[in-house]
């Protein structure tokens, strides 16, 4: 091959790898938006599905100035103490969220270092009750138990309150 054809087909190669490239970058970056827009409708879709279906009233934070929520505890899967009706005991699910002084940087980073430790105070306290001993409390008992609790393992701060977005009995 002559000099004059090996430019030609260098040059031809050397176009061929830019369109390839440039057809690579605009597939991946076609793939990423449309990624995000469905990740978008996807959210808020399932929030709402969360909440046509019962699970929730709400899925915001509470409507006040003075407290926000912590939201990261996410969804525990459990199974309650046995007794006379139920050998086995009954598994549960249930998705806490905590109510915490608003701005308090301070006590959110001690809330995050210590989620495990809060998920394993709820995780007692339900495995070592019977599904029928926690139905014959009210969620307000329960709620004040569990915040006694938690509360005295944080030492930056108190959590106000705790909620469920879930709490269910699989039977």
Not at 18 to 45: E, P, Q, W
Not at 67 to 82: H, P, S, W
Not at 154 to 167: Q, R, V
Request: hydrophobic share 45%.
């Amino acid at each position: 091959m002559t000099p004059a054809g090996i430019r030609k087909l260098e040059k031809t190669l050397t176009i061929i790898a830019i369109v390839l490239v440039v057809l690579i970058t605009m597939g991946t970056f076609a793939g990423i938006i449309k990624k995000a827009a469905s990740n978008i409708d996807a959210g808020s879709k399932s929030a709402q599905n969360l909440i046509a279906k019962g699970k929730a009233t709400a899925l915001n934070a509470p409507v006040s100035n003075d407290v926000t929520a912590y939201f990261e505890l996410g969804t525990i899967r459990l199974t309650t103490a046995a007794d006379k009706k139920d050998s086995d005991g009954t598994i549960m699910v249930i998705s806490p969220w905590l109510s915490y002084p608003a701005g308090d940087d301070v006590f959110y980073e001690e809330l995050a270092r210590k989620k495990n430790v809060i998920k394993g105070i709820f995780s007692a306290y339900f495995t070592e009750r019977s599904k029928y001993q926690l139905l014959g409390k009210t969620e307000e008992k329960i709620c004040a138990e569990l915040l006694d609790q938690i509360n005295s393992r944080l030492s930056l701060g108190k959590i106000a309150g705790i909620n469920f977005t879930d709490y269910i009995f699989i039977d």
